[in-house]
């Protein structure tokens, strides 16, 4: 048993070492190589007393780096969330990785549209649901396309 804690715990460290991981995905992984539940739960401790895990910072790593793909906090949130991170940390994440929620939008409506004005009823609806589908907040897509909900 002691040598096939081992092994798991190097396959762990292994794996993160690469790039962050969540529990969830580390208890996949580890699942997938048959290991017992007992044994998967000792190794993620271990990880995360040595300070090797954390869903807290890889909330904040994915939250940036979907940021910058042009992704808004309404779909990030839902990506963390399928990957197992829980709710208190994925606010957390969000908080704490400094992005300008209403400056990302406008950026990637910039990026898709290219200056392209929203004059009329179906060019505001066609930009509000892409920026939608992006997972921007009512708020933001609204801040972004200049108006405050009413169309001509």
């Known amino acids: 048993m002691d040598e096939e ?4 715990w190097n396959i762990s460290v ?17 699942r ?12 993620l401790e271990q990880l995360m007393t040595n300070g090797y895990q954390s869903d807290e910072r890889f909330a904040e790593h994915y939250t940036r780096f ?13 990506e963390l969330q399928d990957k197992g991170v829980d709710d208190g940390l994925i606010d957390i994440g969000l908080q704490q990785s400094d992005v300008d929620w209403f400056e990302r939008a406008a950026a990637v409506r910039d990026k898709k549209f290219k200056g392209q004005v929203a004059d009329s009823w179906e060019e505001r609806s066609r930009q509000t649901r892409f920026l939608d589908y992006r997972g921007f907040t009512r708020e933001q897509i609204d801040a972004c396309l200049g108006h405050d909900g009413e169309y001509d």
């Not at 997938?32 to 190794?43: E, S």
């Not at 979907?66 to 839902?78: H, M, Q």
């Open 5 to 8: 804690l081992k092994e798991a």
């Open 14 to 30: 292994r794996l993160l070492s690469r790039r962050e991981y969540t529990r969830k995905e580390i208890r996949l992984k580890l």
């Open 32 to 43: 997938q190589r048959d290991y017992t539940d007992a044994l998967i739960d000792q190794v």
């Open 66 to 78: 979907r940021a910058g793909k042009g992704y808004g906090p309404k779909r990030i949130r839902v």
